[in-house]
């Protein structure tokens, strides 16, 4: 009888020790049918376990792992709807393209007829675009060949869902971008469930449509890209995913106004109000317009530049303004209205519209 179940994976409660070693704590997740999640956070924040453990080379110490409303405790990897695209592919050197694709469906039982296998084997190939290819050694392939190879592998099975741990990590950025868009255009095109396992920023909100932030063994944030990106859950959402400048601040008392280290005081909007007492300010590079002269429309703060990456269309600056510490500034070079790169040594001014600003409680930061 088919699930009613509208999640391919959830997670009730669930929690993985290592001896006295916790590696997940309590986790609650429910990843809709058809869904690409990404599990993003720093090494050893329990993004891999819970990889793991959807694939079923571990098992949850308390609680209980679903795929498409079954549970899954105690099922090994092989008889689960689930296959996986490791980071290094593990294809087999002394296999070609065709044997390697063709090895899970050989092992499946009752035996699928040779003709089967060959035809299945195929529409692998074609949807990987690598037709042709199929009598080539894999030593001879490149990296984003060997991956695709490996995809192939994963997906000629026909799974539920599709398990990536770090796949790109061993690409150039060049080919790196290029499989983030055949990998998304894949997924849109089987619609089933892909679940990446990064800890790079950039991939995870580029790729998928929900984004899991983990940090020692717990969710810190869960929802969309754009959600995660532009109305951070805490300081360490902010800080992991993009990149920030934290300004240290106080609440003031009438919870409407932010006294900054400088003495100069911005408003606070209601979403941004905090308890009364220490807060932090964080403030996105691109939210800040770095001019040569002083606008009166925002808060402004002045500085000095000390070092500048060029990075064609746009340029990162370091900026050091007095008393509030070092910034981090991204410019593009369109908005500068200049003919020349601001150079090292230069004073600037620091302009920022308040309301982009995010607030936190100085005690969150940890």
């Known amino acids: 009888m088919a699930s009613a179940s509208l999640n391919d994976i959830e997670f009730r409660a669930v929690t993985k020790t290592y001896g006295s070693v916790i590696a997940v704590t309590d986790i609650n997740l429910e990843v809709p049918k058809g869904a690409f999640l990404a599990l993003l956070g720093p090494s050893g924040c329990g993004k891999t376990t819970c990889l793991r453990m959807i694939g079923g080379f571990e098992q949850p110490s308390e609680g209980a792992v679903l795929i498409d409303g079954r549970e899954m405790n105690g099922v090994p990897a092989y008889r689960r709807p689930v296959n996986m695209v490791f980071q290094h592919y593990a294809l087999f050197p002394h296999f070609n393209v065709e044997q390697n694709i063709a090895y899970g469906l050989k092992q499946m039982r009752p035996r699928m007829a040779s003709g089967d296998i060959t035809r299945r084997v195929a529409e692998a190939l074609e949807m990987v675009r690598l037709d042709g290819f199929s009598k080539r050694r894999v030593h001879e392939m490149s990296g984003g060949q060997q991956q695709r190879v490996a995809l192939a592998r994963a997906l000629v099975n026909r799974p539920s869902v599709l398990l990536l741990d770090e796949p790109l990590a061993a690409l150039d950025k060049k080919l790196r971008s290029a499989m983030q ?138 900026v050091t303004v007095p008393e509030l510490g070092d910034f981090l500034v991204t410019a593009d070079r369109r908005t500068l209205n200049e003919n020349d790169l601001i150079e090292p040594g230069e004073k600037v001014f620091l302009a920022f519209d308040p309301a982009t600003a995010h607030v936190f409680s100085a005690s969150s930061a940890a």
């Open 181 to 318: 868009i055949e990998l998304q255009t894949l997924q849109r095109d089987l619609g089933i469930t892909f679940v990446l396992v990064t800890h790079d920023q950039e991939e995870a909100l580029s790729m998928a449509d929900v984004v899991c932030v983990m940090s020692a063994g717990r969710i810190r944030q869960l929802g969309k890209p754009q959600e995660i990106y532009d109305h951070p859950a805490d300081l360490f959402v902010a800080d992991f995913v993009g990149k920030t400048n934290r300004v240290s601040a106080v609440m003031e008392a009438d919870g409407a106004t932010l006294r900054l280290s400088d003495g100069s005081a911005i408003p606070a909007l209601e979403r941004q109000r905090v308890a009364s007492g220490e807060a932090i300010v964080a403030i996105r590079p691109e939210a800040i317009r770095l001019t040569r002269t002083a606008s009166p429309k925002d808060s402004v703060f002045s500085g000095t530049v000390t070092h500048r990456i060029f990075l064609g269309s746009s340029a990162e600056y370091a």
